[in-house]
């Protein structure tokens, strides 16, 4: 893994700094740092940043890139998480998922740390199965999952669950209804060059613009929007340049990019979307 830092022009929103990730399974047969191919992790990874999560309505300052690749993401994060005596959990390897895109036979479970953020419009979920770990958090420690919830009536207490009558159980809606849903093109971009990224994230990201260090919304990039107003140090106030508040920040595959996406580019290396397709990933101002 390596970590290589691009500045992009002044009319972007500046410097990401990301990792070219490899999928592939290692010689040992251990699962792949961006999860199960057939249920990879999302979000941006080596982001720079940190993210709020929800521990029960405590807040606390996580890694911006939390979740966005397998690892132990609560080890030496939470009260609990430290010491000799903490519980097993902390030590699994977990990431979030795709529900739309998670095909394995352990299904994915909803996210309580980002409660109100969401990827492509889904709610986020996440999975300790695509990381090769068994989950030994949910049952004790996340009360208002769908998988705990025994019966038709309690899964209907929860907004973000729905009973599976072929099942016999409570699952995410995503799972049970929802991913047939097209996104909406002006929100989310082409649909054959989806915008990526959670939004609604609370947080920040780092950003390098002029060799001067700026934070941008958690969410850059998630959705269609002009994240470089009243953020890029040309886009404030008075010195405010029309032609640099654009659109749309949004990532990409290069072949999407290539037949669909024919506009301004950088190359930005490699969030961990899509494994085994592609390696690296091109953001990109949209001029509509």
Same mark, same amino acid.
């Given at each position: 893994?390596?970590?290589?830092?691009?500045? =992009?022009g002044?009319?972007?929103?500046? @410097?990401?700094?990301?990792?070219?990730?490899?999928?592939?399974?290692?010689?040992?047969?251990?699962?792949?740092?961006?999860?199960?191919p057939?249920c990879? +992790?999302? $979000?941006?990874?080596?982001?720079?940043?940190?993210?709020?999560?929800? @521990?029960?309505?405590?807040?606390?300052p %996580?890694?911006?890139?939390?979740?966005? #690749?397998?690892?132990?993401?609560?080890l030496?994060?939470?009260?609990?998480? #430290? &010491?000799?005596?903490?519980? &097993?959990?902390?030590?699994?390897?977990?990431?979030?998922?795709?529900?739309?895109? +998670?095909?394995?036979?352990?299904?994915?479970?909803?996210?309580?740390?980002?409660?109100?953020?969401? %990827?492509?419009?889904?709610?986020? %979920? =996440?999975?300790?199965?695509?990381?090769?770990?068994?989950?030994? *958090? /949910?049952?004790?420690?996340?009360?208002?999952?769908?998988?705990?919830?025994?019966?038709?009536?309690?899964?209907? $207490?929860?907004?973000?669950?729905?009973?599976? $009558?072929?099942l016999?159980?409570?699952?995410?809606?995503?799972?049970?209804?929802? +991913?047939?849903?097209p996104?909406?093109?002006?929100?989310?971009?082409?649909?054959? +060059?989806?915008?990526?990224?959670?939004?609604?994230?609370?947080?920040?990201?780092?950003?390098?613009?002029?060799n001067?260090?700026y934070? %941008?919304?958690?969410? /850059? $990039?998630? /959705?269609?929007?002009?994240?470089?107003d009243?953020?890029?140090?040309?886009?404030?106030?008075?010195?405010?340049k /029309? #032609?640099?508040?654009?659109?749309?920040?949004?990532l990409?595959?290069?072949?999407?990019?290539?037949?669909?996406?024919?506009?301004?580019?950088f190359?930005?290396?490699?969030?961990?979307h *899509?494994?085994?397709?592609? =390696?690296? *990933?091109?953001? *990109?101002?949209?001029?509509?």
């Amino acid at each position: 893994m390596r970590t290589i830092p691009l500045l =992009f022009g002044t009319a972007s929103a500046g @410097l990401l700094r990301v990792s070219l990730n490899h999928t592939a399974l290692d010689v040992s047969g251990a699962p792949p740092r961006y999860g199960n191919p057939k249920c990879p +992790c999302i $979000g941006l990874d080596r982001v720079g940043g940190l993210v709020q999560a929800d @521990l029960g309505g405590k807040m606390a300052p %996580y890694p911006a890139d939390m979740g966005a #690749r397998c690892e132990e993401w609560d080890l030496n994060m939470r009260d609990t998480c #430290r &010491g000799p005596d903490m519980p &097993g959990w902390c030590r699994d390897a977990w990431c979030y998922v795709d529900p739309c895109h +998670c095909d394995i036979a352990i299904a994915p479970k909803v996210s309580h740390y980002l409660p109100k953020s969401k %990827y492509q419009g889904n709610t986020i %979920y =996440f999975s300790y199965s695509t990381c090769g770990s068994t989950d030994q *958090f /949910t049952k004790d420690n996340h009360p208002t999952a769908c998988v705990n919830q025994k019966d038709q009536g309690t899964c209907g $207490g929860q907004p973000k669950c729905l009973w599976d $009558g072929k099942l016999k159980a409570c699952r995410g809606k995503e799972l049970v209804e929802v +991913c047939d849903k097209p996104l909406p093109v002006n929100k989310y971009g082409m649909n054959n +060059c989806h915008c990526i990224g959670i939004e609604d994230k609370p947080g920040h990201h780092e950003m390098v613009i002029d060799n001067k260090m700026y934070h %941008y919304p958690a969410s /850059t $990039g998630a /959705t269609c929007g002009a994240w470089d107003d009243e953020e890029h140090p040309e886009c404030k106030g008075e010195s405010k340049k /029309t #032609r640099l508040v654009l659109p749309a920040l949004v990532l990409c595959r290069p072949m999407q990019m290539r037949r669909e996406c024919s506009t301004q580019a950088f190359l930005l290396h490699a969030p961990n979307h *899509f494994p085994g397709e592609a =390696f690296a *990933f091109l953001v *990109f101002h949209l001029w509509q």
